[in-house]
């Protein structure tokens, strides 16, 4: 099969959608499909580039800004156009939200195939940024448009699905497929950079935004006064992040590494005591980070939030613990259930029992809704 995925952002990139696009794109170029990508370049790279990664067929479009996570590419419909004639893809799978997709809706070559979407977040219609809230106002037709003419949705949770209000009117179309991981990169020569102290080594990974929790994360800290953490990631909050670091007395017990390559992130799995993912609300829809953290065999804290995949992941893994969001006290409590090597490694046998959820079942997704379509005709 000829499949062609349209995204945000594609490896080397950073993120959980960009690493499951990667790990289902290479999974299906090995099972002999034929793969191509169409993302957007990093922003502020205004050239497109063709290359080929691992098999795959890769375009990237160039990009002028991305404001509010949204990446602004001119020329994203006339490339897609381009791609669908050069690449004659027998399927699309497209990944939401990203609002350049919706040029499939205006190509006759787009709608004339079968298309997959798979729904890796909701954008929020109540979210504390007053922009994105006016953007969905002007988002939301187009989503809904994309759903009524999808074959199928994936989504990357039950409980995720059914919070979804952008998917209600679509639940008999949707499958649920949890992301998957691929085996672990090999680790580089440790020299992680973890700061001075003998309490446990905590790792967090992720984008510095305001819905990752790492404020909850780092008041918790100031509660642990032997413990020390790895914060890995960029973003928008990351002076702020450092600003109340030194606020609550604990900048010498973080170390903001910033964007780690895939070896070097290997290896701060394997020298972490225990993995934290403090996200506050829906935003973290799954927590692909988890998943690596299990590879990793780490104990994990995560916040139960109510309508994610956060909770299932978890409790699947059996491999950590789960507290309420936004509460810094309960937090620091969990962390301090790890302090004990005993009940470390007691939480890493159940992480070592934990299966890795295989990408094929999404390919296997999209060839349905490919055979389906070609039923109807």
């Known amino acids: 099969m000829r499949i062609l995925h349209v995204g945000k952002y594609y490896a080397p990139e950073r993120g959980g959608i960009e690493r499951h696009t990667q790990a289902l ?10 793969v191509g990508v169409l993302v957007h370049q990093r922003p502020g790279h205004w050239r497109s580039t063709r290359e080929t990664l691992d098999g ?5 479009v160039g990009c002028l800004a991305a404001p509010v996570y949204t990446p602004l590419s001119p020329s ?18 497209l990944h939401l939200p990203n609002p350049s997709s919706f040029a499939a809706l205006l190509l006759p070559a ?13 954008v929020p219609p109540d979210a504390p940024d007053w922009r994105l809230r006016l953007g969905y106002r002007l988002y939301r037709p187009f989503e809904q448009a994309m759903l009524a003419r999808a074959q199928a949705v994936i989504a990357t949770s039950q409980a995720y699905a059914e919070a979804s209000h952008a998917l209600a009117r679509w639940r008999d ?17 440790d020299t992680t950079p973890w700061p001075a102290g003998d309490g446990l080594r905590l790792l967090a990974v992720g984008r510095l935004s305001r819905y990752k929790g790492f404020d909850v994360l780092i008041d918790a800290l100031a509660a642990r006064p032997r413990d020390r953490l790895l914060l890995v990631g960029d973003g928008e909050c990351a002076a702020a ?28 799995y394997a020298s972490a005591d225990a993995f934290v993912l403090p996200s506050r609300d829906r935003g973290e829809a799954f927590g692909l980070v988890l998943l690596e953290a299990m590879r990793a065999g780490l104990p994990v804290v995560a916040s139960a939030i109510a309508g994610s995949g956060v909770a299932g992941v978890v409790g699947v893994g059996a491999g950590g613990l789960l507290v309420p969001p936004d509460d810094a006290g309960a937090l620091a409590a969990a962390i301090g259930q790890l302090v004990d090597p005993a009940a470390r490694q007691a939480l890493t046998e159940q992480t070592r029992r934990f299966k890795r959820i295989s990408t094929h079942h999404a390919a296997g ?3 349905s809704a490919a055979d389906g379509r070609a039923r109807e005709e």
């Open 25 to 34: 794109a290479e999974s299906c170029v090995a099972s002999g499909d034929s």
């Open 365 to 367: 997704a999209g060839r």
């Open 110 to 122: 787009a709608r004339r195939l079968p298309w997959l979407v798979h729904w890796h977040a909701d």
């Open 76 to 93: 994203f419909p006339w490339q897609l156009a381009r791609m669908l004639r050069q690449f004659r893809p027998q399927l699309l799978h």
């Open 56 to 60: 795959v067929q890769v375009r990237r």
């Open 241 to 268: 992040l450092r600003v109340q670091a030194g606020a609550r007395g604990v900048a010498a017990r973080v170390h903001f590494a910033g964007a780690l390559d895939d070896a070097a992130l290997a290896s701060a």
């Open 173 to 189: 179309r949707v499958h649920v497929v949890p992301l998957g991981i691929a085996d672990a990169p090999p680790a580089a020569i």
